[in-house]
C-alpha cells in the first residue's frame, strides 16, 4: 500500500497518479469533474510539457511542507508546485509555481510580485527544480525605493527599474503595498539567485 513513507519508491509519477488519492502522500492528482476520467497515461504525453516534469517524472520525495498538484481539463494537465518555507531571516512564506509561467511568494501581510523580465519557462523550472530538491533559498534584502519605477505600471510590468536589475543579478519580489501606498523609503524585499538560468 502506497503511503507517506514509501510513495518515492513507485519511481514514476503516472503509476503514482493512478493510485491517488493516497493518505499523506504530497502529490495530488485532480481529474476535472466536467469530463468523464480518463486512466492517468493518456496525460503523460501533455504532463511531459509542464515546467516541472523533469524534476517530478519519476515522482521523488518531497521536502516537508511541498505539494504538487495536478489539474486537468479534458486532455490537459497543469502542475503547480506549492512550498511552505523561512527566507534567510526566518520569515514564513508560501512559494507557488505554475505552468505559465507564473510564481508567487506570499507572506502572512503580502503578496509578492517579480519583473516580467523573469517570467520565463526556465526561470519558472528552475525555481521549481530547486524547490523540489530542497535547496531553494529565498533571501530577505532591502532596497531603496529610488531603485523603483515612482509610479505602476500595470502595462509593463517592471517596477524594479532595469538598471538596477542588472546590478543585483537576482529576481527579486517585491509588494505594490510597499511601493504605491505605504511610500517607505525602503522597500522589503525577496530575492531569489537565478544567475545559472538567467543573468
Known amino acids: 500500500m502506497i503511503n507517506q513513507s514509501n510513495y518515492h519508491e513507485v519511481g514514476s509519477l503516472i503509476k503514482l497518479i493512478s493510485e491517488l ?15 468523464e476520467y480518463q486512466d492517468p497515461s493518456v496525460y503523460e504525453e501533455d504532463l ?8 517530478i517524472k519519476d515522482a521523488p520525495k518531497l521536502p516537508p511542507t511541498t505539494d504538487i498538484y495536478m489539474h486537468t481539463d479534458n486532455r490537459k494537465i497543469y502542475v503547480h508546485l506549492i512550498r511552505y518555507m523561512r527566507t534567510t531571516a526566518g520569515k514564513e512564506v508560501k512559494i507557488e509555481t505554475f505552468d505559465n509561467d507564473y510564481i508567487v511568494i506570499r507572506s502572512e501581510n503580502y503578496s509578492y510580485k517579480y519583473n516580467k523580465y523573469y517570467k520565463r519557462d526556465i526561470v519558472t523550472a528552475y525555481i521549481g527544480r530547486k524547490a523540489i530538491e530542497g535547496s531553494l533559498v529565498i533571501e530577505d534584502i532591502v532596497l531603496p525605493r529610488y531603485m ?3 509610479v505602476a505600471n500595470n502595462r509593463i510590468k517592471n517596477d ?4 538596477y536589475e542588472k546590478q543585483i543579478k537576482k529576481c527579486v519580489f517585491y509588494t505594490w503595498d510597499q511601493l504605491y501606498f505605504e511610500k517607505h523609503n525602503f522597500v522589503d524585499c525577496l530575492a531569489i539567485d537565478v544567475s545559472e538560468v538567467r543573468t
Do not use: D, I, Q, T
Open 48 to 55: 511531459k510539457r509542464s515546467l516541472l516534469y523533469e524534476a
Open 160 to 163: 524594479l527599474l532595469r538598471e
Open 148 to 150: 523603483f519605477s515612482p
Open 21 to 35: 488519492p493516497c493518505a499523506g502522500v504530497p502529490y495530488w492528482f485532480n481529474p476535472s469533474y466536467l469530463v
